[in-house]
């Protein structure tokens, strides 16, 4: 296989694309991650690992945390779950309320601010310790005990909770939030501090490729028919405002988060993660998003 | 003078209006309020008081509050306070998040209830005891040292916070909330569960009618050209989202809250306080708006 | 009466506010319009005409001619009317076409774009020749049979009919809107091309600072009724989005248009216009506010 | 193969949901098209074709056309056409306005209305005869000259034609319409009246499940890439505002059409149509919806 010359190339020319983008600069923890960096790491479902780049240095995972969470409350709440959060593209900025106000505050989907707050709120009414939980589960797809929460982050999160305390007010008022808002907060942003990295998030996601069954540890997590279901709302809601685009030029199921890493998927073949911090205006990762252009056109992956 | 036989024909036509309209429900305290109730008071310039029917019954006064809290506060920010909240009518239902998220965090005036948790916030930084600095100060004005809050109707609300949470929490987000949240929802709560009759606000807000000068008192409250500014803002927006229609009917500034009351005043003339508990669809008192309607026909009271 | 070197004084101050606003550009015949212009005039109850600076120049009212079309409909329709537009604030930008779809079509007031298509599309259904009508009342009330449509502005109008052809094609989705499209835009557009100077102008809306009666003519053009509800639209809605702060300012009732000239009223003392081609950003004439509540200040006009 | 006995199985049971939906009743021509039919044809891309129920009884495409029209313009555009339509699923309803007001006359994908009307603007501009060319087209692809255009459905649209015309007016004030608005309305009406049959659509589809190539012409419409992206483009936007739940369900690219008919496809192995009139909430069929996911089913086909 050639995988490994390929990941090499990708990995020298996408550091070629150092200065399009800007690094998350909207708490202090996040500003100060260097720019400059960019890993890749993929999974095949056979169990192989190829990897290039700083792709073994962990950075903060953010809102990649939503399709681990929302994986965890498939496995809790099953079909249930959709009666409180919808499966449609938001089609606005995804920290809007707007939507949320129009919508009787039911979010658009697990992956917008509004969603994920309801999946965390949801795991936090079945799971005495949603935190660890998720941890935990990391942990053990990951193969890698070290993994950890980087409370600092979640901390300056914390302080800077504002708008989606909002959101969770506006739900609450709705009916839709069952908890008490700032500790959901408190998980939520924990969630979205996990410090992992490349080769970490590429083997923690492989059963999304590998039809619901975690390569590392042979465990079924989901259904075959939830992964499916899972990976076609990565395909449509995955990337935020630029869903439609990633679809259009990388053709893959993903999700993305503001500290600059990208997972994606090939159902069959392989889980893959890139990182790169600086951000498009959308606050996708600007070289990830160009060096999984890259492999989807160099392997012919696009599903279509 | 014959504004006591106008008054009390006012009463007892009003009375046939009952059932046209719906208690609020929202919450408990509220809603045990006996429907048929009617009420009216007018406080002439020069000292005089005429009232009929339930006027001397206290009633929560609500959102009646908004427009006594901006008076302090400008007594105390001036023009500054434009800097954090507009002076346009709203143009969507009173409780909108839409517009509050489209224009960064700036209410569109201090009559909607975004615009009245910016007040009471302004209020909470540069008063140690805002509920008893309003409290003390309606009680002056009123000439009624008995008037209290009611405590069980504050913490009912306190208890429904979520949306005016969301709305301050977004506020926040854009920098246009200092203090704790919850802190001036208790305060802005109480302001609005003040229990109040038809002749303590007809007396509490005769300064908006005498120039600023308090006809109780003798106080300047406010400079002349501060209480015409503030009269304008009530012109345009008192009302919710039928500011517009009670200019056309009734064609006097005036601010209504769900517990039923409207004040309104003539300038020059006299305030006057109406109160009966059932609403119409914007949340305003049916027979109170048409009691004024009817008080401005008989008078000819319009500004135009 | 020290009416004239009042007027005087102000033309002079005014002429010091040249080069902070921009003339409107967005069709030629407007855009050719020299910046440098100021004139104010003043038509009182009894009949005596102020002015100063350049009041006998025409210009394109624009705007304005809603005031007037809407005082034609009220003659024709009454409150009928009332079933197709409404009478609050709009709360956004006179152009927007969210308020109008949201609300299926009625829009929110006759002064916004919308809600003068829907009363020149009511004139259009009840007078043979509505662009002759309104030419010749407007001839009448002004006492100056020389007053006429600048048919260049009218074409150029046309030809950008777009967005308010938006507009009108929406409504009639929504069946508010009766006859053909273009047909009505082009009596919109005629209207709006009228070319009167201030002497003109003040004294054409004299009536409505008059209770209804034509100071030029003595004919009762509307009920009193009628004409103090039109200027409690005006006070509400007559500026835009600037309605709120033009109150707070000024205090009349008053309506503007982006040629740059803005009539107001003092009820039962005068009307006014003042013109000056340099708009603000809400597209009000940025001398003719401040000459407007320089005029308030200095004679105490303000209502409240 | 054991398609034609599943096909049978789902035509059999696809009956049994008559009842559940609504036909379109916008327009007189459609809402009188018989509710109680099912048909499914499938059309394998070795060239084989499987149909069961009501497959061979030509109903209006409608929205289907999207598809295809914007095939035709990715011939004559490539990548030039997204300047002017964007990639994005739209997240509101499939006729709003809103969007295409607050992102400036750029439609958010080439499915919804707006989108649609810019591709069909675009064809008009370099095609001397557009209506001809994508008849001609979809008849060649189809493989039956037969294929018409039912002018009295084109021309009922057209009566009805105002929100269209209100959305192609607002586009052109943007400058993102650049011919004569009533011109293109027709051309795409004519296009949404094409009456063709299950059997018609799933052959004239065929190229999207062949990688560009029509399987019955041997032309290659579409480049390998052209192909892959309009089907990545289909699967995030191609059902409305159940995009998501679309893919969630089936998980597969398709495109609906309020005359009741889906196209979908399956990339290498075949294309689908099924047609049945009666509606869900959202427009899509609701026999068809529920057809595609047992075929979906049966067949394992997901995607992901």
Same mark, same amino acid.
């Given at each position: 296989m050639t995988l490994q010359p390929l990941l090499d190339q990708i990995n020298h020319d996408a550091r070629g694309r150092f200065g399009l983008g800007k690094v998350a600069g909207y708490i202090p923890a996040l500003a100060q991650v260097p720019a400059e960096r960019f890993g890749i790491a993929v999974a095949t479902v056979d169990g192989t690992l190829y990897h290039s780049g700083d792709a073994l240095q962990p950075f903060s995972i953010q809102s990649i945390s939503k399709a681990f969470a929302l994986a965890l409350a498939l496995q809790r709440y099953g079909g249930e779950l959709w009666q409180r959060v919808g499966k449609e593209p938001s089609g606005t900025a995804f920290n809007s309320l707007v939507q949320l106000e129009f919508e009787q505050g039911i979010p658009r989907n697990p992956f917008i601010n509004a969603g994920a707050l309801v999946v965390v709120d949801a795991l936090t009414s079945r799971l005495s310790a949603? =935190? *660890?939980?998720?941890?935990? !589960?990391? $942990?053990? +797809?990951? &193969? !890698?005990?070290?993994? $950890?929460?980087? *409370?600092?982050?979640?901390?300056?999160? @914390?302080? *800077? +909770?504002?708008?989606?305390?909002?959101?969770?007010?506006?739900?609450?008022?709705? &009916?839709?939030? *069952? !908890?008490?808002?700032?500790?959901?907060? +408190?998980?939520?942003?924990?969630? %979205?501090?996990?410090?992992?990295?490349?080769?970490?998030?590429? $083997?923690? @996601?492989? @059963?999304?490729?590998? /039809?619901?069954? %975690?390569? #590392? #540890?042979?465990?079924? %997590?989901?259904? $075959?028919?939830? #992964?499916?279901?899972? !990976?076609?709302?990565?395909?449509?809601?995955?990337?935020?405002?630029?869903?439609?685009? @990633?679809?259009?030029?990388?053709?893959?199921? /993903?999700?993305?988060? =503001? &500290?600059? &890493?990208?997972?994606?998927l090939v159902p069959g073949r392989f889980s893959v993660c890139v990182w790169s911090p600086e951000l498009d205006q959308y606050g996708n990762s600007v070289a990830g998003i160009w060096a999984l252009e890259e492999l989807s056109r160099a392997l012919d992956l696009r599903l279509f």
């Open positions: 949603p =935190v *660890h939980a998720l941890l935990e !589960n990391m $942990r053990l +797809r990951a &193969g !890698n005990p070290a993994i $950890r929460i980087d *409370h600092k982050v979640a901390e300056s999160e @914390f302080e *800077h +909770r504002y708008r989606n305390a909002a959101m969770a007010n506006l739900m609450k008022s709705f &009916g839709n939030f *069952h !908890n008490d808002v700032d500790t959901v907060l +408190r998980a939520y942003f924990s969630y %979205c501090a996990l410090a992992m990295s490349c080769v970490d998030l590429a $083997r923690g @996601f492989s @059963f999304l490729a590998n /039809g619901g069954r %975690c390569v #590392t #540890t042979g465990e079924q %997590c989901l259904s $075959r028919l939830q #992964t499916q279901q899972l !990976n076609a709302l990565l395909f449509t809601s995955g990337l935020y405002d630029a869903a439609g685009d @990633f679809a259009y030029r990388v053709g893959m199921p /993903g999700k993305s988060g =503001v &500290g600059g &890493g990208i997972i994606a």
